[in-house]
């Protein structure tokens, strides 16, 4: 399932886990060991989240022998951070605008 529109990756980072998830895996790829490791979580809320990732399209698992090695993948971070600065825009070139009522 890859995740339908930017808001909803506003929506599964909004997990302040999954946020630090995808704030260390920014850092490059790393197994489910090291997560646990640098997040201080447990290894099955880790594993869970990171399911959560993998079925949005955030995340990109790589198996390496006995280990899986997750990535994050930038293509919708950029499509969320688009549809924010698109927003924006609006929000700043209407921001005069008055509706009648």
Same mark, same amino acid.
């Not at 704030?23 to 979580?41: I, M, R």
């Not at 290894?43 to 990535?71: C, K």
């Given at each position: 399932?890859?995740?339908?529109?930017?808001?909803?990756?506003?929506?599964?980072?909004?997990?302040? %886990?999954?946020?630090?998830?995808?704030?260390?895996?920014?850092?490059?790829?790393?197994?489910?060991?090291?997560? &646990?490791?640098?997040?201080?979580?447990?290894?099955?809320?880790?594993?869970?989240? %990171?399911?959560?990732?993998?079925?949005?399209?955030? &995340?990109?698992?790589?198996?390496?022998?006995?280990?899986?090695?997750?990535? %994050?993948?930038?293509?919708? %971070?950029?499509?969320?951070?688009?549809?924010?600065?698109?927003?924006?825009?609006?929000?700043?070139?209407?921001?005069? &605008?008055?509706?009648?009522?």
């Amino acid at each position: 399932m890859l995740i339908s529109a930017p808001p909803d990756v506003l929506r599964l980072l909004g997990d302040p %886990l999954r946020a630090r998830i995808a704030e260390f895996l920014a850092e490059g790829p790393a197994c489910t060991c090291h997560l &646990v490791e640098g997040l201080d979580a447990t290894q099955s809320n880790i594993s869970n989240h %990171l399911r959560v990732l993998r079925e949005a399209g955030l &995340v990109a698992a790589e198996p390496r022998g006995r280990f899986t090695y997750y990535r %994050l993948l930038p293509g919708p %971070l950029e499509a969320a951070a688009g549809h924010l600065t698109a927003l924006a825009a609006r929000a700043r070139d209407t921001a005069a &605008v008055r509706q009648e009522c």
